[in-house]
């Protein structure tokens, strides 16, 4: 069982993993790729944030939030491989606010088709911050093994 849950981690992370390794591979001086398709959505999601909380949000570069993402991916995959709660919570990070933003289905009409995609692609994401709610309430459900104590010995004289 313990091989079988090693690949299971390790099937799951690659996906973190491999996404890391792109965007940082690409990166630049400005982001790359990923900050270019990320300003658009991030805009529109800090408008809607500033429109529905009266919340002002601070002006962050991309850049910025690019490395932090490739950080938490990265960092996150590895530790969740060798069964970390701390990996998990990153991925968990990452997925919380990533994925509002990235996959916006909610600026979309229902009948377009951007809608059909952004919407199941955010379902997966969910899936998958669900699957590490569930790695994090088993991990912590499982009692941790107690050092068995020795009986004393009985003392001959």
């Known amino acids: 069982m313990g091989f079988v849950s090693f690949a299971g981690r390790v099937l799951f992370a690659s996906v973190f993993l491999l996404s890391a390794y792109q965007e940082f591979s690409e990166f630049g001086v400005d982001g790359g790729p990923a900050a270019k398709s990320l300003k658009p959505k991030f805009n529109s999601f800090t ?15 991309l850049k910025h939030v690019i490395a932090a993402t490739i950080g938490l991916k990265g960092l996150g995959g590895l530790l969740f491989i060798f069964s970390s709660s701390f990996g998990a919570y990153l991925l968990a990070l990452y997925l919380a606010f990533i994925t509002p933003v990235v996959y916006d289905f909610y600026n979309y009409d229902m009948e377009k088709s951007e809608f059909v995609q952004l ?28 050092a068995k104590k020795k009986a004393p010995k009985p003392k001959t004289n």
Request: charged content about 15%; glycine content about 6%.
């Open 47 to 61: 408008r809607n944030i500033s429109a529905h909380l009266g919340v002002v949000v601070p002006h962050v570069e």
């Open 119 to 146: 919407f199941i692609k955010f379902t997966q994401n969910l899936a998958l911050f669900g699957a590490l709610l569930f790695f994090l309430g088993m991990k912590n459900s499982i009692p941790k093994r107690q």
